[in-house]
């Protein structure tokens, strides 16, 4: 009978063990947090339109900023390049011959001009005839005459050389959009096209992330918001790593949302909770998109 006795207290304590155990279990577990691993990726689309003539890069590369990613035949935009600059060549010499003319029809409408004042005062002396003097005047019409047309010729055709300047301009844009440029470093993601298939502009080429760093997207309710800050200290865990990382919080949610779906319960999908972002530096490459983790809001240790 005592042995039943020391038997029952004994499943007795180990009960309550088990609840304290489990209630302490829950309550380090509190601050921890799931979420994925993820990137910011990047869409490079082409602007131009054409064929691919070369694209180097594969899925997996590791590129830098500025590294060519695709070049885009551009043939046809070279020889129109060459035909503008030909025509602005030609313009120019036009210019100068127009300029030309204008300076000497403007030196014979001053002499004449000069020569019909002197004229007309003769004749009031008496010392000229009307007739001198009339055709003077006549000369000085053509004159006038013959400086605006070419003043007008002068505007056109400037006017027209500022034109195809614009149109090269533009061609200029064109033909360095035929290069394909990362803009930052990264890592090629996807490659949906290949070498010598024909693409449109806005067409995406590859999609590029930096994994230089990830980001873990968790879900806090509204308790723990007031206790954390951008830049606070976390650890992260995760499968196939025994030691733990560290991380830092970089964004907060301005505003509630409901607890996505695929985090929690059926009975706990209601409540309002804050994303949050922790980022997570990855310089040697082991953390990959998609890896699950576990984000304890715990300083990190050391």
Known sequence: MKKIRIVIALAVLLGIFL???????????????????EATKIKISSQASGTIISFPVKEGDVISKNKIIAIIEGDKLQTKRQQSLLQIRSMALNLDSTR????????????????????????????????????????????Q?????ANSRYAMIRNDREQLLSGLSLLDLQIKDTIIRSPQDGTILNKYYEQGEVIQPGMVLVDLADLRSLDARIYLPLA???A??????????????????????????????????????????TTLVYAVKVTVDNPEGKLKMGMPVEVSLDPPKG
């Open 228 to 269: 954390i800050k951008i830049g606070q200290a976390v650890r992260i865990k995760t499968d196939g790593l025994k030691e733990s990382l560290k991380g830092k919080i970089t964004w907060i949610a301005s505003e509630a949302e409901f607890t996505p779906k695929t985090i929690l319960t059926k009975e706990t999908r």
């Open 19 to 37: 609840v304290v155990y489990k209630k302490i279990d829950e309550s380090k577990r509190q601050d921890v947090y799931q979420g994925y691993l």
């Open 145 to 149: 005459a013959k400086l605006e047309e």
């Open 100 to 143: 030309a003319q204008i300076e000497q029809i403007s030196a014979q409408l001053s002499f004449q001009k000069d020569t019909l004042t002197k004229t007309s005062k003769l004749l009031a002396q008496g010392a000229a005839t009307k007739q001198n003097n009339d055709d003077l005047k006549t000369q000085v019409t053509i004159l």
């Open 224 to 226: 723990r918001i007031p």
